[in-house]
């Protein structure tokens, strides 16, 4: 049994106070409480960047390690060794810019790393640039009149790149955040959990719209596997198939019932509907929390070790170098 | 725990050459510097073993050892995250320490050719070929010459400043506008009046005969 002192470490935590950084690290430290793997056990990987100054307030093993490297030095870890659990912290100009190829071939080989993004939608340790998950015509240092550009959407990123596990969370829900990073720990390959953090210096209430508590459970759809898609203060809310299309009804309204809505799905191999709901935002719907996607495939790190097995099987007599090279074609010059 | 960096170019990498097949089993042992079990409980990522300066390693998943590295300065005891700027200078000295004591087990830089000469030339990298060549033609036209090809460049083999000061004339051939023959009048002032220089930019090796006429004018 362990509690979640047992994974804090004595470092002094360096955000600034009122950053969404430390909702997540105080939830981590439940969450790997819960999840009850002993520290010791455990290693976290980072990048550079605010958010990835996490691992030196963890009291697992941890290395923050080159900007946008976090996945490729985790994927390593893991694969050397199989039974240590592992997280990546990043945020979203580490994971999505400097990053970028490295997430997308972790998620795309399914390596049994738990990544936790955190978006903030700015670059922050910088002191203010856009990033890229800045909406279009953010205004910032690096682009005075607004950007020109539209910003990646991690969920459409993390499924076009067929990611296995894909959650959201935000910063001031630590309770439902607890709840998604045990799942995100349970899943075996890359879970992405998208944590939307605020920037209370560069950035600040950058997710308000969804975030503040009048207006949260309206804005807001939290999903749960094999429950139905309803959401609102008065829970009368609720989302269904419209062609191709979600659309956002009113239980109660038209002839709608709630065996009308739709049921949420999180183990359904085809990423469609996920997708649908992974891009969901205001303020026409709901923006979706929770577990998105989560399905079962094949971890890089297993096949990897179940192909050595196969291989020495088949090849009893080599067991080093010098084994190897005896099988080559080679001759003696004299 | 040391990084290294190898230099190579293409000439090295697309050559090809019969070598023997090494004996894996005549090769020094790797023995990594994991930290001993008596450190247990006092043991920090950043403690060095005094003779090396080297750190000792934990592997993730052993018990009792957790600790967090990276890129940020680090307290010289604790390993906590530092930015007192006396800790600084001396994590800073700590390294510098670290690399140049490597040079202790390098092996001596070697004199090829005719090591009672005047002239010595210098190399290093994929030109050694050339140079060779370059030396032994001089040697047989009775014009005595020495080389001396560099595997090691930081640290420098411990012998350097005892061979290099030998020779009244050393002639660097690189094929860069210099920068060995830079560094060597850096790092080894005494003999920094007797480098000269022949270089080449243009992609492509060393011709012997260019060495040849190189080393000639450099005379």
Redesign the interface.
């Known amino acids: 049994m362990y509690i979640a002192n047992d994974y804090k470490?004595?470092?002094k935590v360096?955000w600034c106070p009122g950053c969404g950084d430390h909702a997540v690290l105080a939830t981590l430290h439940k969450a790997m409480a819960e999840i009850g793997v002993?520290?010791?056990?455990m290693?976290v990987i980072?990048g550079?960047g605010c958010s990835s100054r996490l691992?030196?307030y963890?009291?697992?093993?941890?290395?923050?390690?080159?900007h946008g490297r976090a996945s490729a030095i985790a994927t390593g870890?893991k694969t050397a060794?199989p039974?240590?659990t592992v997280w990546q912290v990043t945020g979203d100009g580490d994971c999505l810019a400097i990053g970028g190829n490295h997430f997308i071939h972790a998620l795309r080989r399914n390596i049994d790393v738990n990544i936790i993004l955190m978006n903030n939608r700015i670059y922050g340790l910088t002191k203010g640039q856009y990033s890229p998950t800045s909406p279009k015509g953010f205004v910032s240092k690096s682009s005075p009149y607004g950007t020109v550009e539209e910003p990646f959407r991690p969920a459409e990123l993390a499924f076009g790149a067929r990611g296995t596990f894909f959650a959201r969370i935000l910063d001031v829900d630590l309770k439902n955040s607890q709840e998604v990073l045990v799942k995100a720990a349970q899943h075996k390959g890359a879970s992405v959990v998208e944590a939307l953090v605020n920037c209370v210096i560069f950035n600040d209430g950058t997710h308000k719209d969804i975030s503040e508590k009048e207006v949260r459970d309206d804005r807001c759809i939290y999903l749960r596997h094999g429950e139905k898609m309803i959401f609102g203060k008065n829970r009368d809310k609720g989302l269904m198939m419209d062609g191709f299309s979600l659309k956002v009804v009113t239980i109660g309204e038209n002839g709608i019932t709630e065996a009308d809505i739709l049921t949420h799905d999180a183990h359904c191999q085809d990423s469609t509907l996920h997708f649908l709901l992974g891009t969901m935002s205001g303020p026409d719907y709901p923006v979706a929390l929770g577990v998105i996607r989560d399905v079962e495939a094949p971890t890089y790190e297993m096949e990897v070790a179940k192909q050595i097995e196969e291989i020495e099987a088949k090849r009893p007599n080599i067991h080093?170098?010098?084994d190897f090279?005896k099988t080559l074609e080679?001759w003696?010059?004299k | 725990m040391t990084p290294v960096i190898l230099l190579t170019d293409a000439f090295l990498a697309n050559g090809s050459s019969a070598w023997r097949i090494p004996d894996m089993n005549t090769f020094p042992t790797i023995n990594p510097p994991y930290a001993p079990e008596e450190m247990r409980g006092q043991w920090a990522p950043y403690l060095r073993n005094d003779s090396n300066m080297v750190r000792y390693w934990a592997l993730p998943g052993r018990e009792g050892f957790a600790h967090r590295i990276g890129g940020l300065e680090k307290d010289t005891k604790t390993g906590a995250i530092s930015t007192d700027p006396a800790n600084h200078q001396l994590m800073c000295e700590l390294r510098a320490k670290k690399v140049a004591a490597i040079a202790k087990e390098l092996p001596q830089l070697e004199v090829l050719g005719e090591p009672e000469a005047d002239t010595l030339v210098v190399g290093w990298g994929g030109t050694f070929g050339h140079l060779y060549a370059a030396v032994e033609s001089l040697n047989q036209e009775g014009k005595k010459t020495a080389l001396a090809h560099f595997n090691f460049i930081n640290p420098l083999p411990a012998n350097t400043e005892e061979v290099l000061s030998r020779y009244k004339t050393i002639v660097v051939c690189e094929l860069n506008s210099g920068q060995f023959a830079s560094y060597l009048r850096a790092q080894i002032p005494s003999v920094a009046t007797r480098i000269c220089q022949v270089n080449k930019i243009e992609a492509q090796p060393f011709t012997v005969k260019e060495v040849i006429d190189g080393i000639n004018n450099s005379l």
């Open positions: 470490s004595s470092g360096k002993a520290p010791d056990k290693a980072s550079i691992p030196y963890m009291n697992t093993y941890g290395f923050h390690t080159i870890v060794n039974d240590l080093c170098l010098n090279f080679s003696e010059i």
